[in-house]
């Protein structure tokens, strides 16, 4: 299977020793999952993107420290491909800023967060049928560090997560696009990572040290990914 990525940062100077690249995380989340995926990276910020689109495979529009509603030419590039990738019916799949901007592209709206920067492992409710075949007890628990949010759902859109602190953490476009503002290829490992270098209060990185007691469903959110292909 071939799993498409879509390089939207490549956190240059920010990843530790034990993580060659980026999208290494995304290579160890898969390939716990899915038998033999193959790999393509697309580095978006130098205009590479995928040319030919196929409907048997995966479109992954990763995260970022850019915010999706920002007048910057590679992310307006991001948002026509994400159009043009809905069109074609490909099986898209947005993780944290890849989440808002295909809110943003497809009729959503994305904006800062009130609530400040959500960074640990967080809870959400699931509100959508759909969802509980891979989230059976009705609750979604995954790795966040984000700032921004989508606070207005594309048209067609259906809510899958919510939380008090983030109202839409998950959703879905009919059967080709899966959305989720949290991380599922982040590894415990990372997260800790992340907090002890974030520019954050002392308060905060101990809440956010705090909440990884939670146990991530990464892999269940990731075997919902590869099910869009088969379905």
Not at 44 to 70: C, T
Not at 95 to 105: E, P
Not at 128 to 142: I, N, R, S, T, V
Request: glycine fraction near 8%; aromatic fraction near 12%.
């Amino acid at each position: 299977m071939r799993i498409n990525i879509l390089v939207c940062d490549w956190f240059e100077g920010l990843l530790p020793g034990f993580i060659p690249t980026f999208p290494h995380l995304f290579y160890q989340l898969f390939d716990s999952v899915c038998p033999q995926p193959s790999y393509q990276l697309f580095d978006v910020q130098k205009g590479a993107f995928p040319d030919d689109l196929k409907q048997d495979e995966l479109y992954i529009v990763a995260g970022s420290r850019a915010g999706a509603y920002e007048d910057i030419p590679w992310v307006k590039a991001v948002l026509e491909f994400i159009r043009r990738g809905y069109n074609g019916n490909i099986k898209m799949i947005g993780i944290c800023f890849g989440h808002q901007a295909i809110a943003q592209a497809l009729g959503g709206k994305v904006e800062p967060s009130p609530k400040g920067w959500g960074s640990g492992a967080r809870r959400s409710e699931i509100v959508h049928p759909k969802a509980l075949q891979f989230f059976p007890d009705g609750e979604l628990c995954l790795y966040y560090n984000h700032n921004d949010r989508v606070v207005t759902l594309p048209p067609m859109a259906e809510q899958i997560a919510t939380s008090g602190f983030c109202e839409n953490e998950a959703f879905v476009i009919g059967h080709n696009i899966l959305c989720f503002q949290g991380h599922p290829e982040y590894t415990e490992a990372y997260m800790k990572h992340v907090i002890d270098t974030a520019e954050a209060p002392q308060n905060i990185k101990e809440k956010s040290t705090e909440s990884l007691k939670e146990k991530p469903m990464n892999e269940e959110a990731a075997k919902w990914m590869i099910h869009l292909v088969h379905h």
